[in-house]
């Protein structure tokens, strides 16, 4: 297919181009209780071209872009008519201009890294990691608890990159999801149930088991929980999934478009803190079982490592092709995983006076410009000093820089998905609203 492209792109005079082609074979499997209702398969191929021109108004020199997704079932003169209507819109684009990846400049080699489905995922077989991921999550203790219903997807991708300027990568990866839904009945709040949405590239039965443990028992305590009320001024713990979002302002806010276009607070060499246990976070192209592994970035550049910050003060940004150009950056490639140090605290530390332990929000987001955050909570924990006790209801908010001095880390760490760092996080400085 991508010999086929790069002769349409030549026939109609389409000379600077980029060509992203996926090829994906999966399988879903669907659960109701713990009864499989249906398997479906499949097999599609992803096509995406960017054609580029190159274009000067005085002394100015642009460069001008334009994205179309084909399909494989289209022809020769379909695919040829698309690609002219970008090129010609491509000159309504008016960026600065940039290079584009090449040959010469990509000495970096993507690293394909080995997973459990490698050896065993062809034909019939792929649909046996249904029912193997199924089988580990329902022979998981869960007395009191339903599965109430299951969603498994996995999934092999072949990707293929080849660019105008020689670059030319194939690799493959895989992208997978349960989705599980657990429910519990009782008197105190009447049914209670919880979601979870789990994506990997690489699996592990003993992970996938920590996991489920873990959400029969929030499902539990979840059913058991009073609503919070008054809860006065408390010192927030964060675990789980909000982690992840938490920490990924400083990803955002390293990112060379935030820098140049004026909505970053990240300045290298700048100390962003003077208290606190000072972070150090790197960007990271590979996290084991990560589903947001990058071995080539969009514009055909192999990412690298990047220690975003060391010991609270801001050390490099993570410069993308365009403005990682734009800023005079060394091209380090877009990654998306995130390793962060772990701290001093153990959990003797939440013996010595009252916190909330947030363990399960409706949804917890971070608005990567302004540093708020906050989140329903759903499911925490609510010391008193003496007893610890399930709670729901209410919300907590604040803003990075608010806390950021007062923000401890564990010496305990976890692996989940796409973030690698410590099991939790202390924070003063919360909203905390009943």
Same mark, same amino acid.
């Given at each position: 297919?991508?010999?086929?492209?790069?002769?349409?792109l030549?026939k109609?005079?389409? #000379? %600077? /181009?980029?060509?992203?082609?996926?090829?994906?074979?999966?399988?879903?499997?669907?659960?109701?209780?713990?009864?499989?209702?249906?398997? *479906?398969?499949?097999?599609?191929?992803?096509?995406?071209?960017?054609?580029?021109?190159?274009?000067?108004?005085?002394?100015?020199?642009?460069?001008?872009?334009?994205?179309?997704?084909?399909?494989?079932?289209?022809?020769?003169?379909?695919?040829?008519?698309?690609?002219? !209507?970008?090129?010609d =819109?491509?000159?309504?684009?008016?960026?600065? /201009?940039?290079?584009?990846?090449n040959?010469?400049? $990509?000495?970096?080699?993507?690293?394909?890294?080995?997973?459990?489905? #490698?050896?065993d995922f062809?034909?019939?077989?792929k649909?046996?990691?249904?029912?193997?991921?199924?089988?580990?999550?329902?022979?998981? %203790?869960?007395?009191?608890?339903?599965?109430?219903?299951?969603?498994?997807?996995?999934?092999?991708?072949?990707?293929?990159?080849?660019? &105008? #300027? $020689?670059?030319?990568?194939? /690799?493959?990866?895989?992208?997978? !999801?349960?989705?599980?839904?657990?429910?519990?009945? $009782?008197?105190k709040?009447?049914?209670?149930?919880?979601f979870d949405?789990? *994506?990997?590239?690489?699996?592990?039965?003993?992970?996938?088991?920590?996991?489920?443990?873990?959400?029969?028992?929030?499902?539990?305590?979840?059913q058991k929980?009073?609503?919070?009320?008054k809860?006065?001024?408390?010192?927030?713990v964060?675990?789980?999934?909000?982690?992840?979002e938490?920490?990924?302002?400083?990803?955002?806010?390293a990112?060379a478009?935030?820098?140049f276009?004026?909505?970053?607070?990240?300045?290298?060499?700048k100390?962003l803190? =003077?208290?606190?246990?000072?972070?150090t976070? #790197?960007?990271?192209?590979?996290?084991?079982? &990560?589903?947001?592994?990058?071995?080539?970035?969009?514009?055909?550049v192999?990412?690298?490592?990047?220690r975003?910050?060391?010991?609270?003060?801001a050390?490099?940004?993570?410069?993308?092709?365009?403005?990682?150009?734009?800023?005079?950056?060394?091209?380090?490639? &877009?990654?998306r995983?995130i390793?962060?140090?772990?701290?001093?605290?153990?959990?003797?530390?939440?013996?010595? =006076?009252?916190?909330?332990?947030?363990?399960?929000?409706?949804? !917890?987001?971070?608005d990567?410009?302004?540093?708020n955050?906050?989140?329903?909570?759903?499911?925490?924990?609510?010391?008193?000093?003496?007893?610890?006790t399930?709670?729901?209801?209410?919300?907590i908010?604040?803003?990075?820089?608010?806390?950021?001095?007062?923000?401890?880390?564990?010496?305990?760490?976890i692996t989940?998905g796409?973030y690698?760092?410590?099991?939790?996080i202390?924070?003063? $400085?919360?909203?905390?609203?009943?």
């Amino acid at each position: 297919m991508k010999d086929a492209l790069q002769s349409i792109l030549k026939k109609n005079g389409i #000379d %600077e /181009w980029l060509i992203r082609i996926t090829g994906i074979d999966g399988v879903q499997g669907y659960y109701i209780l713990d009864k499989k209702e249906m398997l *479906r398969f499949q097999n599609a191929v992803e096509i995406e071209v960017t054609v580029y021109r190159t274009f000067s108004e005085g002394d100015d020199k642009y460069r001008g872009s334009m994205t179309v997704a084909l399909s494989p079932s289209m022809n020769a003169a379909e695919i040829g008519e698309k690609l002219k !209507f970008a090129y010609d =819109s491509a000159l309504s684009v008016k960026n600065k /201009w940039y290079p584009l990846s090449n040959s010469e400049a $990509g000495e970096r080699t993507p690293t394909q890294q080995s997973t459990i489905f #490698d050896d065993d995922f062809e034909g019939e077989n792929k649909s046996q990691w249904v029912e193997r991921i199924a089988g580990d999550i329902f022979e998981t %203790e869960h007395s009191g608890v339903v599965f109430n219903a299951l969603e498994v997807s996995v999934a092999r991708n072949e990707h293929t990159l080849v660019n &105008s #300027d $020689g670059i030319n990568y194939s /690799w493959t990866d895989y992208s997978c !999801f349960t989705e599980l839904v657990t429910t519990a009945g $009782g008197d105190k709040n009447g049914e209670v149930e919880l979601f979870d949405l789990y *994506r990997f590239s690489d699996y592990s039965s003993e992970q996938m088991g920590r996991r489920v443990k873990q959400q029969v028992l929030s499902t539990l305590d979840r059913q058991k929980a009073e609503r919070l009320s008054k809860p006065g001024d408390l010192r927030v713990v964060l675990r789980g999934n909000a982690l992840f979002e938490f920490f990924s302002y400083f990803l955002i806010q390293a990112n060379a478009r935030m820098i140049f276009e004026g909505m970053s607070v990240f300045k290298q060499g700048k100390q962003l803190q =003077s208290d606190g246990d000072l972070l150090t976070i #790197d960007a990271v192209p590979y996290l084991t079982g &990560s589903d947001k592994n990058s071995f080539v970035d969009k514009d055909g550049v192999v990412p690298v490592p990047v220690r975003l910050l060391e010991q609270g003060k801001a050390v490099s940004i993570i410069a993308d092709l365009q403005f990682g150009t734009y800023l005079g950056e060394e091209i380090t490639g &877009s990654s998306r995983n995130i390793n962060v140090e772990p701290g001093s605290l153990n959990s003797d530390f939440f013996n010595k =006076s009252p916190y909330l332990e947030a363990m399960e929000f409706s949804d !917890f987001s971070m608005d990567p410009v302004t540093g708020n955050f906050g989140g329903e909570i759903r499911l925490a924990y609510f010391f008193d000093g003496k007893n610890k006790t399930p709670v729901t209801g209410g919300s907590i908010t604040g803003n990075v820089s608010t806390v950021l001095n007062t923000l401890r880390l564990s010496s305990e760490t976890i692996t989940d998905g796409a973030y690698n760092g410590p099991d939790f996080i202390y924070l003063d $400085g919360i909203n905390i609203t009943g």
